[in-house]
């Protein structure tokens, strides 16, 4: 409420002090001897400070609001245990940081959660602060292993929510948590009832934004199936082009209405003569009805005529193996055909293209199989493309291998490193035996010292730590007497050594 001095102030403030002389007032209240002491100034001052002391006397006397504070609940007990001190040791020596420390932190993590252990409090902060802001380890270190409390603490920050799927999460409640989140257990979910998820974002669709669309329709190609198809047609409808886009490849990954009309439609340009030689007649005209499936009259592929580039959109609407299914041919026997045809590139990239977008492992397989002059390109993009495992990305890699006379085919620092990120685990115990037998001598020749530090510390993260003790004797000399001279020989055995004592911890 306004104090009923401000009108006499005003009025005075309009007309003047010459003309009115300002009297401070003499009210029954705090203000009275504060202005008092205003008696021996000039009329202005004696006006200008009293609009002060109204202004502060004010404020200071004004009820503090008030605010409805949700009571913390305290965390509840702890089910796991905590892990042993040596392991413990081994976390503080990776959270130094050294270059590919990221690649041990992922590693002790997957050991401390396949324990049935966890992390002890102390460190929760620490390893919170890293995960907000890196994004991909986030992503990698199972949320288990933070415990009770890292779940309890993650409430009071929502990047730390990020992390955790949290386990009060139902069907009842499962909206009002952050996408990630939402995201994370509707996955669980569709691993064991995709009929159940389909049903909770049927009712929700509606309603959520165009990102959380983007980010929960993905989850259909786990288990998908022709009980999606009438969802996944009402999405292709959406008002967002990425949805509509992810609905349709997924709609071409099945036996589905709309993967009938893409069939019948690529046979008016693509067939098979009695001889399996593969025909091409390439489009006269733009049908309209192909901007309802994303294709654009003039977004034309670098280097392809812009008919061809219709056919090439077409070809990429439907999966690989829907195609082959439907010709009744194998893969081979369509990189053969593609080969003699004078459209032999432009296919090459549709075909690829569609194995991305449909993540087609068998035919990433075939591609990587088949990528003599480029197999390292082709293994970290379409692996990565298509999502293998590492237990498929290794057999892959070790065929190549094998085939090669040349046993030294990862020698080059920079393949090297470009494989070691493409594996995301830990290397197999062959292709560390492999590493150790064909390749550690050879880099400890190397010249360039920098070149040959950069990829021993690469290789201490990757390497299997069984075959610790396996590294032969007459290199284990090599590598203390050239120690002085390579910084990253003493950083690739400590953390080899480390990673060993690390893993027996955790296993004996």
Known sequence: M????????????????????????????????????????PSEAQLLATAALLQVYQQVGKTPSKTEQVPIIACEPELLPVCSPKAIQHLDLILLKTRYWEDLLIEWSDLVYHAHQIVPARYLLALFSILESNVALRQRLPSAIFGKRGAW??????TWRNVFIPDELNEENWTS?????????????????????RQLLESTWATESAKEKQLFLPLFRQHLSLDDEAFL???????????????????????????????????????????????????????????????SEKNTPYGMGEKMGWLYHLLTLISPTMLLRHWNINIETLFKAMKQNEFADALYQALEESVIAHQDK??????????????????????????LTDS??????????????DKKGLLDQATFLQVADAIKGSFSLSLSRYVLHNLLEEWLKEQTFYYTASILEKAACKLAPETYPEIPA???????????????????????????????EFTS
């Open 474 to 504: 007459h290199l284990h000399q090599i590598l203390v007497e050239k120690m002085p001279n390579i910084s990253g020989i003493e950083l690739f055995l400590k953390h080899y050594e480390s990673r060993f004592h690390n893993l027996q």
């Open 2 to 41: 306004m104090h009923p001095q401000w009108q006499t102030l005003l009025k005075h403030a309009i007309l003047g002090t010459d003309q009115q002389p300002y009297v401070p007032p003499t009210t029954e209240d705090a203000l009275t001897p504060l202005c008092q002491q205003l008696a021996d100034r």
């Open 392 to 405: 498929e990305r290794e057999t892959l890699l070790l065929t190549y291998l094998e085939k090669q006379k």
């Open 362 to 387: 068998a035919g990433a397989i075939f591609f990587i199989h088949n990528s003599k002059r480029n197999f390292f390109g082709q293994f970290t993009k379409l692996a990565d493309a298509v999502n």
């Open 153 to 158: 603490l993650s409430q009071f920050n929502p």
């Open 233 to 295: 047609m009402k999405c292709q409808g959406d008002r967002s082009q990425l949805v509509s886009l992810i609905a349709t490849q997924l709609l071409g990954e099945i036996e589905s209405s709309f993967s009938q009309i893409i069939l019948t439609c690529i046979d008016n340009y693509l067939s098979f003569n009695t001889k399996k030689k593969l025909q091409v007649t390439l489009p006269e005209t733009f049908d309209n009805e192909w901007k309802k499936w994303g294709i």
């Open 177 to 197: 948590a952050l996408s990630t989140g939402r995201a994370k257990w509707l996955e669980k979910i569709r691993a064991t009832d995709p009929t159940k998820v």
